[in-house]
């Protein structure tokens, strides 16, 4: 594989961004604009806290991607069997000292954001920044990675739903309500639906290479209930939100079609490369749900 990757070795600016996985990104934008929405609508709005969150979410995220690639090179979880996207350490394009490199600047210039979100957040910003610094290295990385051990499910709606939501709303009010609390939900859903998809097409790579994630404990069938049951319940959570509070809430319910487009095929047993058109479409799919959701709380 190294040397194929060499034979067609893109440039420098080429082989960073594909690094960085650029289609993972829409994840780390939609929780900062759907709490920066829910802000919006209790009158509350601090421009430079959505620019910061923003760039900081992004970096947590890229950082994450980086130490992935690396860390399951390391660990012989990726192979030229891997049926996803082409990474970077495993292909030859960037060295593990490189890679290693990246992830720990990209790391760093997230803290440093994170210490001018604390100017409105506090200590309680640096705290959940520092938490999600850790949660993006020991997801595949330390001496007992979380992702190898079936929890990453859980931590990936937990940092990238419930804290993302709720701490983006949290700084431009200084305070948290149960709207923002209850987008967060969803948000998370989503997210977590695009690893579950992700991991479902891994599924017999992982289990060979002792990477024991939660779809390769469940098995195959109850990992799609899973997906399932994600999507399901984002669209039950909207609807109980805007019995609440608003029917404008009721907006993300325009991307049904959408999401029942990308559930066919997965509860209908695809497999590679159909799971990785699946993959896209789910995260195009959060990436349209969580604008609508944004859009109704404006609204």
Known sequence: MAVRAESVRPGFVSTWLLAARPATLWAAVVPVVVGTAAAQRDGDFRLPVLVLALAASLLLQIGTNLANDVFDFERGADTGERLGPPRVTQTGLLSPGDVRSGMLTTFGAAAVLGLGLAYWGGWPIIVVGALAIVAGVVYTGGPWPTGYHGLGDAFVFCFFGLVAVAGTYYLHTDTLSWPAIA????????ITAILVINNLRDIETDARTGKRTLAVRLGERSTRAEFAALVAGAYAVA???AAVWSWWLLLPLLSAPAAARVAAPVLGGARAGALNVALKG????QLLFGLLLALGFLL
Not at 183 to 190: D, E, M, S, T, Y
Not at 282 to 285: E, G, N, W
């Open 282 to 285: 789910t995260a195009q799919l």
């Open 183 to 190: 987008a967060a939900v969803p948000v998370g859903f989503l």
């Open 239 to 241: 609807v109980a939100m």
